[in-house]
């Protein structure tokens, strides 16, 4: 059984760019957060997706947006890239049914901006 | 709102001591609590958990947790550390019986491990 996976592992853009992250739940989970965990800080949440709509949005701009696709898959976009948003992004997935609570993540997409 | 202190940012222990990282949290409603290790360029990976019942919890490679709610805690504890525990460990709460909405965390903690 595969967990989450996310793609590409690392990528590197320019200020100004634009970046898409993506990211496959572990199967059976429907539900999607991404979050961006900065060098030595713990993971800040940015937002969760669920029957395709946002849920819940965390502290970040409207340039970072995303998408849940009707298998549970979704991307991570961010325009106008600045030079803080290096950074690890991490999608987490879970169930939402079944009561477990817990988040399964990924091994995370390491953006840098230069 | 939930937020998450962990005291001290880095551990240091000796191979075979006793391990504690310690978590406080606040919540104003009841709280799922979460212990997360990284290891270096690799994702979160779940230790354990505490969602309701048995208030000590045990996890994966030795590790338990203890949640008090009168001190709103939830140190993390090993009995004997092995040099394969050294990583990156994060707190997290999220709002209780419900998967919606996000897990907060804490700054996380680094363990070293002396040989």
């Known amino acids: 059984d595969a967990g989450v996976t996310q793609s590409p592992t690392h990528l590197i853009k320019t200020r100004g760019q634009q970046v898409t992250l993506r990211c496959s739940p572990k199967?059976?989970?429907?539900?999607v957060s991404w979050y961006q965990q900065a060098l030595g800080q713990g993971p800040q949440f940015i937002f969760q997706?669920?029957?395709?709509?946002?849920?819940q949005r965390g502290n970040f701009p409207d340039r970072f947006s995303g998408h849940q696709f009707p298998n549970y898959s979704s991307e991570l976009n961010v325009n106008a890239l600045l030079l803080g948003d290096s950074a690890l992004y991490l999608c987490?997935?879970?169930?939402?049914?079944?009561?477990?609570?817990?988040?399964?993540f990924g091994p995370g997409t390491r953006l840098t901006v230069t | 709102a939930q937020s998450v202190t962990q005291l001290g940012s880095h551990v240091s222990v000796s191979e075979g001591a006793l391990v504690l990282l310690r978590c406080n949290y606040s919540s104003s409603v009841p709280p799922y609590l979460f212990w997360y290790v990284q290891y270096p360029n690799q994702g979160l990976q779940l230790l354990l958990k505490?969602?309701?019942?048995?208030?000590l919890v045990k996890g994966i490679n030795g590790f338990e947790a203890e949640f008090k709610k009168s001190e709103t805690s939830f140190h993390l504890t090993k009995p004997s550390a092995h040099m394969s525990d050294a990583a990156e460990y994060f707190c997290a709460v999220r709002r209780g019986n419900t998967n919606a909405g996000k897990s907060t965390f804490g700054d996380g903690t680094t363990l070293t491990v002396k040989p």
């Open positions: 199967s059976g989970h429907d539900t």
């Open positions: 997706y669920y029957e395709e709509e946002e849920r």
């Open positions: 505490y969602t309701t019942g048995a208030t």
């Open positions: 987490a997935s879970s169930p939402e049914y079944t009561g477990a609570y817990e988040q399964y």
